[in-house]
C-alpha cells in the first residue's frame, strides 16, 4: 500500500519526503477536525451526565 | 549513440533487477492489510492524543473566550438587580452565567450552557434542561466533564463541606455553599431532582448539584456534589471579595 504510493509520488527522494509528510500532516488534521469530533460523539466514556436507562431526547447514551 | 529496439529491451532485462520472483497475490494481500492494521493502531493512538491532550486545548480557549464574553454582556445589563435572576427559559445551547468556584483557584470561571448533550458539554459546564435556575427554589443541576474538553470538574472530588461555589448571572451573583457529595451510578436521576435524592418531594430550598465523571477517565459512576443557596447578592452590589479568597486545607 505505502510501497505504491511512494514510487508513485514524482520528483528525487527528498520531494517525495516532503510530499509523504504533507500528506501525513493532512491526514492527521482531517482526522483531529472531522473524523475524531464525529466519533467521539458516539464514545460512552465522554457522558458525564445521570440519565434513566431510556433517554427521552439527549443523544449521549 | 542510438540502440535498436531489440537491443534497448536485451539491456533492460539486465540492468533489471536480479531475478528475485514477483511475490504472491497472497502475500500481496497480507501486506497491504497488514498495513492497513498498523495505520489504524496509529489512528486510534492519534485519537486518544486528540482525546486526552487537543480538546482540552481548543476547549479552553474557547470557553475562555465565552467567559470574556458573557463579561461583557452582564458588564451592559442594566442593574435592576433585585435579587431576580436569570430570565426563566434560556435557548438551549445558549451560555447565561459563568461558574466560580475557589477551591479549585482563584481564576477559576467555566461558562453555563442550557442542555447537556455531549456538543454542549465540550463547551462548559451544562445545565440540565428543566431543572431551576441558579438562585430559584428547587435545583440548579449542572453537568460538567472530569477529564477532557477543557475538564471545568476535574477536580470536583476536592470541593468539602462549607465550599463556595458562585453563580454569576446577568442580575445577580447567586452564592452556595457545598454540603456533601454521593458517588452513585449513572441512572440514578434522582440527583438532580427539585429535592436532591427525594424524587416527587416539593422543594422549598434553593439546592445546586454538580454532577461529573467518576472515576477519572471513566464513566462507570457519577460524582455528585449537592450545594445549597448561601444568598443571593444583585449584581451592582459586586461580589464580597471574602468569598473569593481561596479556601485552606484539605
Known sequence: MYGPLWRALPGPWPVKLLQALVLTLAFVAACFLWLFPAVADHLPFNDNTVTSSSPSRTTTP | ?250
Open chain 2, 1 to 250: 549513440m542510438s540502440l535498436t529496439r531489440a537491443e534497448r529491451r536485451a539491456l533492460e532485462q539486465v540492468r533489471g533487477r536480479p531475478s528475485r520472483p514477483r511475490p504472491s497475490l497472497a502475500s500481496r494481500v497480507i501486506g497491504v492489510v497488514g498495513e492497513l492494521l498498523i495505520t489504524l493502531g496509529v489512528v486510534v493512538l492519534l485519537f486518544v492524543g486528540w482525546q486526552l491532550w487537543w480538546t482540552d486545548i481548543t476547549a479552553d480557549r474557547a470557553q475562555a473566550q465565552t467567559i470574556q464574553s458573557l463579561e461583557r454582556q452582564f458588564g451592559h445589563a442594566p442593574a435592576d438587580g433585585q435579587g431576580t435572576v436569570t430570565p426563566a427559559a434560556v435557548p438551549f445551547g445558549k451560555a447565561f452565567a459563568i461558574v466560580r468556584i475557589p477551591r479549585l483557584g482563584s481564576a477559576y470561571a467555566r461558562p453555563v450552557l442550557e442542555g447537556t448533550d455531549h456538543d454542549i458539554l465540550s463547551q462548559g459546564i451544562g445545565h440540565y434542561e428543566g431543572t431551576a435556575m441558579p438562585g430559584k427554589v428547587g435545583n440548579f443541576a449542572v453537568a460538567g466533564h472530569r477529564t477532557t474538553y477543557g475538564k471545568p470538574f476535574s477536580d470536583i472530588d476536592k470541593l468539602r463541606p462549607g465550599d463556595v461555589v458562585i453563580v454569576e448571572t446577568r442580575t445577580s451573583y447567586v452564592v452556595y455553599t457545598v454540603q456533601r457529595h454521593v458517588i452513585v451510578t449513572p441512572e440514578h436521576v434522582e440527583v438532580v431532582a427539585p429535592v436532591p435524592q427525594k424524587p416527587g418531594v416539593r422543594p422549598t430550598q434553593a439546592m445546586m448539584t454538580m454532577t461529573a465523571c467518576h472515576p477519572r477517565y471513566s464513566a462507570a459512576q457519577r460524582y455528585v456534589v449537592f450545594a445549597s443557596l448561601l444568598r443571593t447578592i444583585p449584581r451592582a452590589q459586586g461580589i464580597p471579595a471574602s468569598l473569593l479568597t481561596v479556601p485552606k486545607g484539605a
